[in-house]
């Protein structure tokens, strides 16, 4: 995901309403290295929460496509860095559905990826880590979403 540029953060703050940025500020302060990201994500994807939702999973997607096979040592930093992306895009949401949707993604790639990734200890281990925090985080949404997404997750065991 590209982050817009500080001319034009700069513009779209001129819109604003003195406590939108208030807020917007507020909210920065937690973060520290993706601050342009947060930023980008408050400013201009926040209002579509599905298009920014597709806009990860098409990035997560070239991410997997982009992986150095080369070594397994390179596959495996590659799939955490993958995770660890994931997990930040979601948390610039604060949307329990966004971030299982993207795990739920990460899940799928995982598994499309190659067989050798369910053979090695760690990855399968990694992978497990993600079904049972995509189970725990499932309990916690509107019994209709429990019901899609359990439905979803279900369907990913399957495989």
Known sequence: MKPASVPQIRKELAFRSPEEIKEICLRLARFKKENKELL????????????????????????????????????????RKILREAKKFSRYSNSKATEIELLLHFCREFQL???SLQR??????????????????????????????????EHLLKK
Not at 48 to 56: M, N, P, R, S
Request: charged content about 25%.
């Open 113 to 115: 990826f190659g067989p």
């Open 40 to 79: 980008t994500y408050l400013l201009f994807e926040a209002q579509d929460e599905t298009g920014y939702v597709a806009h990860v999973k098409e990035y997560m997607t070239e991410q997997f496509r982009t992986v150095n096979r080369n070594r397994f040592y390179f596959v495996k930093k590659s799939i």
């Open 120 to 153: 090695s200890t760690t990855m399968q281990n990694l992978f497990d880590r993600q079904i049972q925090m995509i189970a725990k985080k499932i309990e916690g949404l509107h019994p209709d979403l429990q019901y899609d997404y359990q439905q979803e997750l």
